[in-house]
């Protein structure tokens, strides 16, 4: 293999072990974004270019979880940071047997040692997960897309590619993997303010040795005597290299190095630094030139110090592809009212929208920078894992944003509210009018109860009778009416059937002249062709025609 190489292992040296094809990662969709396949083709051929066998910049480590902890350190010695190495060699995308046109990473997870070989086995960690850079940038600025940064061991935490199956079973090698080279330096800045100040520290993957200090000393302080260094030892050099100026030259580190202790020191801001770093957050420097500075510093420590690590620059997010931890749908609603959400709204939304936006406008705050201990012992400064903190500008923006789709919501809601109303309101006047319609149909022999029940009553309930699209013509007449008002007419029109044997009210003689029989004629009109809301106006009408002419007839009046 290129760059790498094996060496015998001696009965003293601890065993080592191979998971073969591991599954890394997969192209799909994970918390809301799309994983294209090109993208997994991508990391698997930077992961080779950045690896020992190329640039030699980058080898992904194995460890327990997703975070630097007491898991990670329980296998690994202080010494070597890792609970296996992602072999970059290795690396490569292949076509998803389950999913067309979607693909997989897989790749061998070297050097895993004895202890946690047997962690995996019984099943203490079965599952797998990536940690990617979105962009990895090389010391100079270059990009070279989306690579694989760690690949984490999973116990009780659930992955969020959950289709890449439980981790393969570990092989025994007859020899570490030695690469011919390890990743290079990456020095990389960190501020962590807090209420003492600014904490800057400088993260290698390389210990400097003994002269490598001595050398950076110098570079920076010439005055120095060579027999004062001399006669320091390793500690108080290391010491003194903590403290020394953030601009001092950093030393070449020894070929074969180890993880360099992290340093650093405090600072505290001066108002100008105060002022360029709130005028970065999106606040206004007219506004702070003006303030006192009692003033400006209250505020510098509210909104820089909701911030407990902001990023180098050309820092780019690292994504991890596992589940955050569980919140109940209580937990999310209450967090939002007390961000100024509306409490009812966020309880009509389904879980998913409710959870998107949980997820939007809430952050886990980072727990505070302790201070510091005379004197502290070097510890090894992990990778940052946020993405920047995003300015007030934009928080509002996302605030507002989000307040207005609720509102979008609600009104949407309420009119669907009310649009469901005027159906119910509209379809039970309809039944009214059809029944009381048919019941005219029976009284005057047009119809039999059976023909109503059966035909004629479901017909007209299941007729529009909101547009007019239908000309209807009647004694020389023309109007247009709905498919029910004409159903209506038509019904009306019937002819009324006589049955044998049946008895009738006696009435006037033939040829005999009824103010009340033509008053009937009306009112029996006026319910078949005259809309509901002027029936009893037309019938009104006719009546008091009646008192004026006596003898006036349903047809003069227009009731044919």
């Known amino acids: 293999m290129p760059g790498a190489a094996t060496q015998p292992r001696t009965a003293t040296q601890p065993r080592y072990y191979m998971l073969r094809d591991v599954n890394l990662f997969a192209s799909g969709v994970y918390r809301g974004r799309r994983w294209f396949p090109h993208w997994v083709r991508n990391m698997a051929e930077a992961g080779r270019k ?88 090389d010391d100079f600025g270059r990009k070279y897309g989306k690579v694989l ?34 990743p290079g330096v990456r020095i990389r800045e960190h501020t962590v303010r807090g209420r003492r100040g600014a904490l800057i520290t400088f993260a290698e993957t390389s210990r400097m040795d003994r002269q490598s200090m001595i050398a950076a000393i110098q570079a920076d302080m010439p005055g120095i005597s060579q027999s004062t260094l001399d006669a320091m030892t390793d500690e ?31 600072a505290e801001p001066s108002r100008e630094e ?11 420097a007219a506004e702070l030139e003006g303030m006192s500075d009692e003033e400006l510093g209250a505020l510098y420590e509210e909104v820089i110090g909701e911030s407990t690590e902001t990023e180098g620059e050309g820092e780019e997010p690292v994504e991890t592809m596992a ?14 009212v007390a961000q100024g959400q509306d409490a009812a709204a966020l309880d009509a939304m389904p879980d998913d929208q409710l959870r998107a936006l949980y997820a ?19 510890v090894p400064m992990s990778e940052p894992r946020r993405k920047p903190r995003p300015k007030p500008a934009t928080r509002r923006g996302v605030t507002v944003n989000s307040e207005l789709a609720i509102k979008a919501k609600r009104l949407n809601a309420a009119l669907d509210n009310e649009l469901s109303r005027l159906r119910v309101s509209n379809e039970r006047r309809k039944r009214d009018d059809a029944t009381k319609f048919c019941d005219q149909l029976v009284s005057e022999g047009r119809a039999t109860p059976a023909q109503v029940t059966a035909a004629y009553l479901p017909l007209l ?31 009306a029109q019937m002819p009324v059937t006589v049955k044998f044997g049946e008895r009738f009210a006696a009435g006037p003689p033939a040829g005999e002249f009824s103010g009340e029989a033509e008053l009937a004629k009306v009112k029996q009109f006026a319910a ?11 019938v009104t009408s006719f009546a008091e025609l009646q008192k004026k002419k006596p003898r006036i007839t349903a047809k003069e009046y227009g009731a044919r």
């Open 528 to 538: 078949a062709a005259v809309p509901e809301s002027h029936r009893e106006q037309y």
């Open 274 to 284: 105060m002022i360029a770093a709130l005028v970065d957050e999106g606040e206004d």
């Open 461 to 491: 309930l299941g007729l529009d009778d909101t547009r007019a699209v239908h000309r209807f013509t009647e004694n020389g007449r023309t109007r247009n009416l709905t498919a029910y008002e004409a159903r209506k007419a038509q019904l």
């Open 50 to 137: 950045l690896g020992p066998g190329g640039a030699k910049l980058h080898t992904p480590p194995a460890a327990p979880g997703h975070e630097d902890d007491e898991g990670w350190r329980e296998f690994v010695p202080t010494d070597e940071p890792a609970a296996g190495w992602v072999d970059p060699n290795s690396l490569r995308a292949v076509p998803d047997p389950q999913h067309a046109g979607h693909v997989i990473l897989k790749g061998n997870v070297v050097n895993v040692p004895e202890a946690m070989a047997r962690k995996i086995e019984s099943g203490e960690y079965r599952f797998g997960s990536a940690e990617i850079y979105d962009s990895f940038l």
């Open 236 to 266: 108080a050099l290391a010491d003194l290299v903590k403290n020394l100026p953030t601009g001092a030259g950093t030393p070449t580190p020894p070929a074969n190095p180890a993880p360099a202790p992290a340093t650093g020191m405090f």
């Open 149 to 182: 940064r760690k690949f984490s061991y999973l116990g009780g935490e659930v992955p969020q590619v959950k289709r890449l199956g439980p981790l393969p079973r570990p092989e025994p090698m007859p020899a570490p993997m030695r690469f011919s080279e390890r």
């Open 360 to 378: 939007q406008l809430t952050a886990d705050p980072p727990a505070p920078p302790a201070a510091p201990a005379p004197a502290p012992a070097a």
């Open 323 to 336: 589940d955050p931890a569980a919140v109940t749908r209580e937990e999310m609603i209450a967090d939002l």
